[in-house]
């Protein structure tokens, strides 16, 4: 098992900047993959990005690339995610999610999430 805690979260003007963290606990956080999923109003949850447990590895939506950086530190069992530029659209309830199996676009596919950290992105 694995426990995830989200933070971070708020709420901002278009341009800012905001880092999430997700604090991990239980298993070894280290050797597994992290990413982070969104959920806006009436929408399904979208990923947004994943690293790989050695942080070899990372991968983007295409909405956030260029914008959003991922990282670990596995010594802190914390996960980030740096998201610069927010746009109104970026406005979603983030997820942080563990273990992935299979399609790790799909959040079903996920094994172990956290509660979510409301962003808030104003005009």
């Known amino acids: 098992q694995v426990q995830l805690v989200e933070s971070g979260g708020g709420l901002v003007q278009a341009g800012d900047s905001l880092r999430l963290s997700c604090a991990a606990s239980?298993?070894?956080?280290?050797?597994?993959?992290m990413g982070w999923f969104r959920q806006a109003p009436g929408k399904e949850r979208e990923f947004v990005s994943l690293i790989s447990w050695s942080s070899s590895v990372t991968f983007y939506a295409d909405s956030v690339k260029g914008r959003f950086t991922i990282s670990r530190d596995n010594a802190k069992n914390t996960g980030y995610l740096q998201m610069n530029s927010l746009q109104p659209e970026d406005t979603a309830v983030y997820y942080c999610?563990?273990?992935?199996?299979?399609?790790?676009?799909?959040?079903?596919?996920?094994?172990?999430w956290g509660q979510g950290t409301q962003v808030t992105v104003s005009s």
């Open positions: 999610a563990a273990d992935p199996e299979g399609n790790w676009r799909e959040a079903a596919d996920w094994a172990f």
């Open positions: 239980g298993r070894t956080f280290g050797s597994i993959t």
